[in-house]
C-alpha cells in the first residue's frame, strides 16, 4: 500500500514568511510524529498524535512552530515568521502502535530553506 | 541533553567486513531500541530493533547486541556490502510514550 507522503518535497521562503508542511500518514495509523534534521545531524522530535489524545508538543523549539492532525488523517506543521535556523528537512512518520508494534514508517521529508 | 550518543560519526569498510556502530543511553526507562538506515534524499527506514529482555537479535546480516548493564547497544552489519552504504541512526523510545529519541547518525561507507 501507498506509504507516508509529504508535501512539498522542497520549500524555499524567505525570512520571517509563514510555511506550512503537510503531511499523509498510511492508512489506519494513529499515530503520527514530526521530526527535524538538520544537516548532518541527527532527528529531532517535534510533536507526536496519537488518535483522539491531547498532542505531545514537548519537542516544539518555539511558539512560532504548530502542527495540527485532522482525525486520524493529514497533519500540517506550520512555522511562523521563519528564521534562517529553521532552515531543514521535516520528517513525518505514522505508526499503528498496535499489537505491541512500535515501528514508525517515515515519509521522504521536506526540505526547507530559509534565505 | 543528549539521551541517546552515538559513534563513530563516520566508518569506512571495506566490502565483505564487519561494520559495527555503538550507542549508549542515559534513561532507563527505555525499552524499545531501534535501529534505522538512512539513505540520501530518503526518510529513515526500519532496519532491524530489539527489547532489553534479550541481549542479542540477529536478522540477516544484521545483529543489534544489547548489554541492560552498561546502557548500551550497538549494530553489527557482517559481510558489508556496497548497498549497505547509507547513513544508520540508532533510537531509543519507551511504552506510553513511542517518541523516539535518535543517536547523531554514522555515516557508513563500503569500499571494493
Known amino acids: 500500500g501507498a506509504g507516508v507522503s509529504q508535501s512539498p518535497s522542497n520549500k524555499v521562503t524567505e525570512k520571517g514568511k509563514d510555511v506550512e508542511l503537510r503531511c499523509d500518514p498510511i492508512?489506519?495509523?494513529?499515530?503520527l510524529y514530526w521530526y527535524r534534521q538538520r544537516l548532518g545531524q541527527g532527528l529531532e522530535f517535534l510533536i507526536y498524535f496519537q488518535g483522539n489524545s491531547a498532542p505531545d508538543k514537548s519537542g516544539l523549539p518555539s511558539d512560532r512552530f504548530s502542527a495540527e492532525r485532522t482525525g486520524e488523517s493529514v497533519s500540517t506543521l506550520t512555522i511562523q515568521r521563519t528564521q534562517q535556523e529553521d532552515s531543514a528537512v521535516y520528517l513525518c512518520?505514522?505508526?499503528?502502535?498496535?499489537?505491541?508494534?512500535?515501528?514508525?514508517?517515515f515519509g521522504p521529508g521536506t526540505r526547507l530553506t530559509v534565505t | 541533553q543528549q539521551q541517546v550518543k552515538q559513534s563513530p560519526q563516520s566508518l569506512i569498510v571495506q566490502k565483505g567486513g564487519i561494520s559495527i556502530i555503538n550507542c549508549a543511553y542515559e534513561n532507563t526507562a527505555f525499552d524499545y531500541f531501534p535501529w534505522y538506515q538512512q539513505f540520501p534524499g530518503k526518510g529513515p527506514a526500519l532496519l532491524i530493533a530489539i527489547r532489553p529482555d534479550v541481549s542479542e537479535k540477529k536478522e540477516g546480516r544484521f545483529t543489534i547486541s544489547f548489554n541492560k548493564s552498561a546502557k548500551q547497544f550497538s549494530l553489527h552489519i557482517m559481510d558489508s556490502q556496497p548497498g549497505d552504504s547509507a547513513t544508520y541512526f540508532c533510537a531509543a523510545s519507551f511504552a506510553g510514550n513511542e517518541k523516539l529519541t535518535f543517536g547523531t547518525g554514522t555515516r557508513l561507507t563500503i569500499i571494493p
Open positions: 492508512s489506519g495509523h494513529t499515530a
Open positions: 512518520a505514522s505508526s499503528t502502535t498496535s499489537g505491541g508494534s512500535y515501528e514508525q514508517y
